[in-house]
């Protein structure tokens, strides 16, 4: 459909269009929409068109931002876990009635299938509302006896909180931690990525449609350096909470050091998959070739296939065969397994490990480069051998369709491969012995092991990373543990007057 000169010229600059749903692109401080005298383009990386111009948040937005949360603080801390309980399960309802606009809207930005939008991912963006709203009122603590003295364990909300968040899974990541933060007392200022800035403005809409009073959720934009810094420098915010790369990890820790702000960071891995020469070698393939998924720009991905080398020609064959059924397109379509790369700088970068690796004498399997056919960012989903442990390919978070694959000959060799790098995010092992995945999952440096099984995720347990994938847990009460100050209260036997 054709647009009009005129007509186009009418809408309002800070509206944008994009798969048909009207987006905000302007701050949401204060319960009111607040722009910037500057903006940024915001471009898909399905076409590289542009859906939008954002606007581009200074340190002014960011302390107008934690002002209107610091205002908004203490009536949110005060009202009653019910109430807050409530507005989480009408904001579920609202994501729930606006899932396809947010599914498609997410896919025009950030480019992963629509398909997992629709059926997997917007609907744990609700559920990680209802999860903490429930969980809020189950929380207890069983009081303690010390000598006949009891400890009464309670905890009050800390207070603004910023929340850091990537593109790679914008929403979803996003209100991980602004459902907890929220059902906590906390009010919040999210800054979402600039390279999928777009969901972050609708879940403000969803949020003050569900009643949720004005400051309680702040949602700035703009460029980490430029808005970020200074919203994780501010001495009046209580948390941070970061997802996202380990150098600016290390800077807003930093940053945050200075006002001793409490931080939780979530960040990169080099996860292995382990296949023992006794595992079902079809599971093993198929938990392999879903290291492709959203292009491999997973931190949980598995990016390091560790094989018994009796069985690494056969695996490599069913991996290869797999990898081939892959369909390569458009991420809109029902029928595409691997959409494009977000972001050109992303595939270069990609596209640059993965060169550096085939000089450095890495042999490609499958893929090795961009996608010709296809153009665009689409990069080849890219098995490479032949690489040693301590090459780069080997060491560092590439984030994208690439997988390494080594091999062992012992149990003793594979665990020291799989925990040899700077990261400990996850691990997989692929065994038929359930004493050795016994033995082998509780010797891995890992947050998370799944043994004969990949990415089953539930929000009651602990998620979070070892040495350089991060600091701290999230999920279940592990959320409610950094979103609170805890108070122990230690009740003597005696000193009672009795007024009866
Ligand atoms: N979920 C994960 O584990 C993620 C890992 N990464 C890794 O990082 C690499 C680079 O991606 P980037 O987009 O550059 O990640 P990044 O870590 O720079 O970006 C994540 C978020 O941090 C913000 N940010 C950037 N600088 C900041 C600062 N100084 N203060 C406060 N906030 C700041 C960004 O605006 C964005 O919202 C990827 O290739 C991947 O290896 C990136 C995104 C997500
Ligand atoms: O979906 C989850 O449960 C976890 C996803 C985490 C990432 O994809 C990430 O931080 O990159």
Redesign the pocket.
């Known amino acids: 459909m054709s647009v009009h000169p005129a007509a186009a010229a009418e809408a309002p600059p800070h509206l944008a269009t994009v798969a048909g749903v009207p987006v905000d692109t302007r701050h949401w401080i204060g319960g009111r929409r607040v722009a910037s005298a500057d903006t940024f383009a915001d471009h898909s990386p399905i076409d590289g068109a542009e859906l939008a111009r954002i606007a581009r948040g200074t340190a002014a937005e960011a302390d107008a931002a934690v002002a209107a949360a610091t205002a908004a603080f203490p009536g949110w801390a005060a009202t009653s876990p019910a109430e807050r309980a409530r507005l989480l399960h009408a904001i579920a309802d609202g994501v729930e009635a606006r899932l396809e606009e947010l599914a498609a809207v997410e896919t025009a930005d950030n480019g992963a299938l629509l398909r997992s939008h629709r059926r997997g991912v917007m609907p744990r963006v609700a559920h990680n509302f209802r999860f903490f709203a429930d969980r809020l009122l189950a929380l207890g603590h069983p009081a303690l006896d010390t000598r006949g003295h009891t400890n009464r364990v309670s905890w009050d909300p800390a207070g603004p909180s910023v929340l850091?968040?990537?593109?790679?899974a914008p929403l979803m990541?996003a209100t991980w931690k602004v459902a907890p933060a929220l059902a906590a007392g906390n009010t919040v200022v999210l800054?979402?990525?600039?390279?999928s800035p777009l969901t972050a403005s609708l879940l403000a809409d969803i949020a003050a449609a569900a009643g949720l009073p004005d400051g309680v959720l702040g949602v700035v934009q703009g460029?980490?350096?430029e808005v970020?810094?200074p919203?994780?420098a501010h001495p009046g915010v209580r948390r941070i909470s970061?997802?996202?790369?380990v150098?600016?990890?290390r800077?807003?820790a930093e940053?945050a050091g200075r006002n001793l702000t409490p931080v939780s960071l979530?960040?990169?891995?080099k996860s292995p998959l382990l296949v023992f020469a006794d595992a079902d070698l079809d599971l093993a393939a198929d938990l392999a070739v879903e290291q492709y998924d959203n292009a491999g720009q997973v931190?949980l991905a598995a990016t390091r296939l560790l094989v018994e080398s009796s069985v690494a020609e056969e695996f490599t064959a069913r991996l290869a065969a797999r990898a081939a059924a892959l369909r390569q397109g458009d991420p809109r379509a029902e029928t595409t397994d691997v959409g494009p790369i977000i972001h050109p700088r992303?595939l270069e970068?990609i596209d640059g490990f993965v060169r550096r690796a085939l000089a450095a004498g890495a042999r490609a399997v499958f893929g090795g480069g961009p996608n010709e056919e296809l153009g665009g960012l689409h990069y080849r989903p890219t098995l490479l051998t032949d690489v040693r442990q301590d090459s780069e390919i080997v060491q560092e978070?590439?984030?994208g369709p690439v997988l390494t694959l080594q091999t062992f000959d012992t149990e003793e060799e594979a665990v020291a491969l799989a925990n040899g790098t700077r990261f400990g995010l996850a691990a997989t092992v692929a065994t038929g012995d359930r004493a050795r995945a016994d033995r082998v999952a509780d010797r891995l440096v890992a947050g998370t092991v799944w043994v004969n099984c990949f990415f089953v995720r539930d929000l009651r347990a602990p998620f979070g990373g070892s040495r350089e994938s991060g600091i701290g847990r999230e999920g279940g009460d592990w959320s409610f543990d950094f979103y609170g100050d805890l108070r122990n209260t230690v009740t003597a036997p005696r000193g009672w007057v009795d007024h009866g």
């Not at 850091?164 to 790679?168: D, F, G, L």
């Open positions: 850091i968040t990537p593109w790679n990541l800054k979402p990525a600039e390279w460029l980490g350096a970020g810094a919203l994780t970061f997802t996202g790369s150098p600016t990890a800077r807003i940053a979530e960040l990169g891995g931190c992303q970068r978070e590439v984030f």
